[in-house]
């Protein structure tokens, strides 16, 4: 049984995607666009549209051009967004990574994806500078001003004058990387039409009280990096004229600060911080009265979290769902009284279909039967870079993309995610790859083999558990601290066990489902 929006169809409009954001700037030249939070210096949308001119000008005149690769390291700042467009008019790829890698994941991220330009910000330039060596990066830009490295305001001294460039809706404009369904990082493939047909897709699921209006302030803690700031934060919020208050890093006090102080009304949030708001004894400190409405998405959020906000803060709370592979948002919860099922992801977005899939038969499964969940549309991506195999194991031909996370759908068309399919482990909505782990511990001279996976915890969701077979001398807290000197702080190992045998199926392949029953059974 395949389903739809009961939110109807959608106009997709066929511009690039930074003439769709931005095609209301014109409008409201002295509004604020954006706004870094702790210092509240201002980006106003006459600016913002000023300057992403003047960089892709400069940048134009320093070789970079339509399919060229520019990376950007950096946490939530105004400017993010200006560099962020200023690829996308020239037709060139920005591949997002996320600021807490690693100098070798970095590396590993800007020589898959062939960048060529770097930006970042003085904290990070250290690793930057390193992956961009083994990467052969051609420029570092800055944020700031650091020693060996480009300012990145000398990119604001141009005439804005750069050769004109022909995009096509199917030209790619945008490759973060996600470990998809399973495996390491790859870089997803999504284009101009993805992008522009998702906005308006989520803007038409956020109907009625939830839609964003230029009297909206969005709170911008979602990293940009990540497809759900990036769309529904940095790219939505301009889109319809508000105002996004930016934070580079998460400390809950400055959170709650910054709520208060620019009168946040819609927070884009992920689980943890939800249930920070609904718990912590801080929160009562401070006058919230402004905040609206919270969307919550990269990972599940229950129901009783979310009851409890709602309880405890009086703004509605409604949540979506997709994956960097959607580019990323399918389903979107509607917010009206009576409308409210807490758990739920809701409907499916407009021009999107859906369906749930028996894992072992491939047959179409009814309501409240259990499956995989499946997904096809204009947002969903053209596929992962330089891996055909991987895109075959997600993107069929008939265009569905397997999403890996195990739904059921009611009789009114509201969806669930009740379990995942793939391996994937999302700690406080950050992707963790159990073979990425796996590899690093084996690594280790005293490991013989290990085993990774996801274990529930209330405030991160989920946390990364290994499971190590010994053959030397090691202790737990040995091996949890060789993982997390090699990996960004998010995936480090939390909980780990020693085993005597992995379990493995005939091929060799792990059975890490083994193990999470396992797991399961001791609660």
Known sequence: MIHTSP???????????????????????????????PSGRT????????????????????????????????????????AFHAVATLGGIVTTANPLYTSHELAHQLQDAGAKFLLTVPPFLPQAQQAAAEAGIEEIFVFGEAEGATPFASLLQSDGQFPPVQIAPDDVVVMPYSSGTTGLP????????????????????????????????????LPFFHIYGMIVVMSLALYKGATVVSMPRFDLEQFLEINQKYGVTFAPLAPPLVLALAKHPLVDKYDLSKLRLIISGAAPLGAEVEEAVIARLGCAVTQGYGMTESSPVIHIRPVPAGMQKPGSIGWVVPDTEVKIVDVATGAELGTHETGELWARGPQVMKGYLNNPQATRNTLDEEGWLHTGDIALVDDEGYFYVVDRLKELIKYKGYQVAPAELEAVLV???AVADAAVIGVADEEAGEIPKAFVVLKGEATADELMSYVAERVAPYKKLRLLEFIEQVPKSSSGKILRRMLVDQERAKK
């Open 7 to 37: 939110y109807g169809e959608v106009a997709i409009p066929t511009t690039s995607f930074t003439q769709s954001v931005l095609a209301r700037a014109g409008e409201m030249p002295t509004k604020a666009a954006l706004i870094d939070g």
């Open 186 to 221: 790859k870089g997803v493939l999504l284009t101009h039409r993805n992008l522009v047909a998702n906005v308006v897709q989520t803007d038409a699921g956020l109907a009625g009280e939830a839609e964003i209006t230029p009297d909206d302030v969005l709170l911008g803690i």
């Open 443 to 445: 690594g280790h001279p």
């Open 43 to 82: 980006i106003t949308y006459g600016q913002l549209v000023a300057a992403i001119r003047l960089v892709a000008a400069s940048l134009s005149q320093r070789g970079f051009k339509k399919g060229d690769v520019f990376a950007i390291y950096s946490p939530n700042v105004p400017e993010y967004a200006i």
